[in-house]
């Protein structure tokens, strides 16, 4: 152990010895936080507050990079604390909020043998015996980044007292644990929960930050006998965030109507609602909320859409120059239909509303017909379905063909008369961007001949279609070359030309909470109405028939697109194939 005493003089001595700063740079940070004696910071935080961002040997010390080499010195093992990992409930009944405050100790585990202690000074344990007797279990040290330590003891028991507090109100009120959706029902329409109590509105603000801040794209909140269940979805995988009593979980589905302005005594019908709120960090961030009635009670999922997918570039989203010529050379026709395709959560939204985004000049009228409406842009004209009205796709269609638009975006075509009047705007020059929901891009002829479209209206309508799926990307901060068995890659891409370049295999690291994974992007395959294809496209069209002939055009299918990835390093062969496991 070369550091017996935290404080910066030691830790600075011990990183000199370690060649991390020169003699003039400890001179310098020692000074600076000599001056602060006062300041109750933490030394490793000031010194990595007092560093430059390049050091002499090349390499950048952040906070948790010092935090790290820390742990070694002191020979202590190093923690990342992860909120979608730990069991607050549990961890928080260890030892009270005073006693963690005081002594910078955070409970991070806890079994009936021992409990682990994520601390800010590891060099100070003088609590740990007398803990270990209140206990009777073992006491394991951990070390943690102390920002974080500090941070989750005032968030933790927070959120622990805020369900606490929130529950004792319900029992009180009457309100049992055990309910069932008729009970719900009755009680939300005498009002016994209390969406505004502050400790719901506390557990509300909690749940959107750290969904904010793990990147996640839905909320689930969903009711179950025990207890309630919140999950998150980060990078289309589901992940356990939280869980609560069902009545708590009933108080903030309560507030999160409230807020979507949604009727919050209706609980046996699905409801729609939306909101929009600010991060952290003041951004605005849009949320549509979706209910749903269940043998348990009422189910609510919220999409949370992030406005700043509508300025990002096609690059991003993981086209390549071919596929993005091709796009823009469609997307340029003044009249006809351009239909993207993919499961749900494909990416299909985000791919439209960037088109239309860079296609909505000031000389072009856009119009839209969602249901629901994903994203409020100003720069569209959007129209909302409302079945109650009759205001359906085609409906909606038939209105905006007389609002003089250029450009025609319809949510999805679910049925024959929405095909109709799509293929009628197409035919009388307005450009239309629709969606389906089929495997790849020739099943979107072979869909619109199901639902009853002349072939030849689809050979005289149909510009292309696009079909896509998202997969994860690998952690640029800790991914690592990889060897791909040549048997497993020649099985993997058989039929396609690909030339194994960069393989990567995910690792695991801070950014990435441990999954070796940041972000997704997109794999495409697009598929343009060329004279063969059409010849294909009759009323008794063979998929396989159309398939094969797409191919001889040289359409590149989304394995293809995968395998591109997959070679230049960007994601796995698993990743590829868990989201296109039908299509070759």
Not at 185 to 198: M, S
Not at 416 to 443: C, F, R, Y
Request: proline share 5%; aromatic share 6%.
């Amino acid at each position: 152990m070369t550091i017996e005493k935290l404080t910066h003089k030691s830790i600075l001595k011990a990183m000199f010895k370690d060649q991390m700063i020169s003699v003039a740079e400890a001179k310098r940070i020692d000074v600076n936080l000599a001056g602060s004696i006062n300041d109750p910071i933490h030394p490793l935080t000031g010194i990595a507050k007092s560093l430059p961002e390049h050091q002499q040997l090349g390499i950048k010390i952040t906070l948790e990079y010092l935090c790290e080499w820390f742990a070694k010195q002191v020979d202590v093992p190093y923690f990342v604390i992860d909120p979608l990992k730990i069991d607050i409930g549990a961890v928080t009944q260890v030892v009270a909020p005073q006693y963690a405050k005081k002594h910078g100790i955070l409970a991070v585990s806890s079994t009936p043998e021992f409990v682990t202690l994520a601390v800010k000074n590891p060099l100070d344990l003088s609590w740990r015996d007398d803990l270990e007797n209140i206990l009777r279990r073992e006491v394991r040290v951990v070390f943690a980044n102390p920002n974080d330590v500090e941070r989750y003891i005032s968030e933790f028991y927070t959120l622990a007292k805020s369900i606490s507090q929130s529950t004792i109100s319900d029992e009180r009120a009457g309100v049992s644990i055990q309910q069932n959706l008729e009970q719900l029902v009755d009680l939300g329409r005498r009002g016994q929960l209390d969406a505004e109590d502050h400790h719901i509105v506390q557990l509300v603000d909690w749940l959107l930050q750290y969904a904010f801040e793990q990147r996640a794209s839905d909320i689930h909140l969903e009711p179950r006998k025990t207890m309630g269940e919140i999950r998150f979805r980060i990078d289309g995988i589901l992940h356990h965030a939280y869980q609560v009593p069902p009545n708590v979980l009933l108080a903030i589905i309560g507030r999160l109507k409230t807020l979507g302005r949604m009727d919050i005594a209706e609980k046996r019908r699905p409801l729609d609602g939306r909101l929009k709120t600010r991060t952290p960090d003041e951004k605005e961030i849009e949320l549509r909320l979706s209910t749903i009635p269940t043998a348990m009670g009422e189910k609510l999922v919220m999409r949370i859409f992030d406005p700043e997918v509508l300025q990002r570039s096609f690059t991003q989203l993981g086209l390549n120059d071919t596929e993005l010529a091709t796009w823009h050379q469609l997307t340029a026709h003044t009249n006809g239909i351009i239909l993207v395709t993919g499961p749900t959560g494909s990416g299909k939204t985000t791919t439209l509303y960037s088109t239309l985004k860079n296609l909505a000049t000031s000389e072009v009228n856009v119009c839209t017909i969602e249901d629901p409406i994903e994203m409020v842009e100003p720069a569209f004209n959007q129209i909302q379905v409302h079945s109650a009205i009759d205001l359906d796709f085609a409906a909606g269609v038939k209105a905006l063909l007389r609002q003089d638009p250029d450009i025609i975006m319809i949510g999805e075509i679910r049925d024959l008369k929405t095909a109709e009047m799509a293929i009628q705007a197409a035919l009388t020059g307005h450009l239309v961007l629709s969606t389906l929901h089929t495997n790849d891009s020739p099943s979107a002829i072979t869909r619109m001949l199901e639902l009853g479209v002349p072939a030849y209206l689809i050979n005289a309508t149909v510009l292309g279609v696009l079909a896509q799926r998202l997969v994860r990307t690998l952690c640029p901060n800790c991914k690592e070359p990889d060897t791909v068995d040549p048997t497993v890659w020649q099985s993997f891409t058989k039929g396609i030309d690909v030339d194994l370049e960069t393989p990567c295999k995910p690792v695991g690291c801070i950014e990435c909470r441990q999954t070796g994974f940041l972000g997704r992007v997109g794999l495409y395959e697009m598929l343009e109405m060329s004279n063969s294809l059409k010849s294909k496209v009759k009323p008794d069209a063979d998929l396989e028939i159309l398939r094969q002939q797409t191919k001889d055009d040289g359409l590149r299918t989304l394995r293809y697109s995968g395998a591109k990835k997959v070679a230049e390093g960007f994601t796995t062969i698993e990743e590829v194939l868990r989201v296109t496991p039908f299509v070759a």
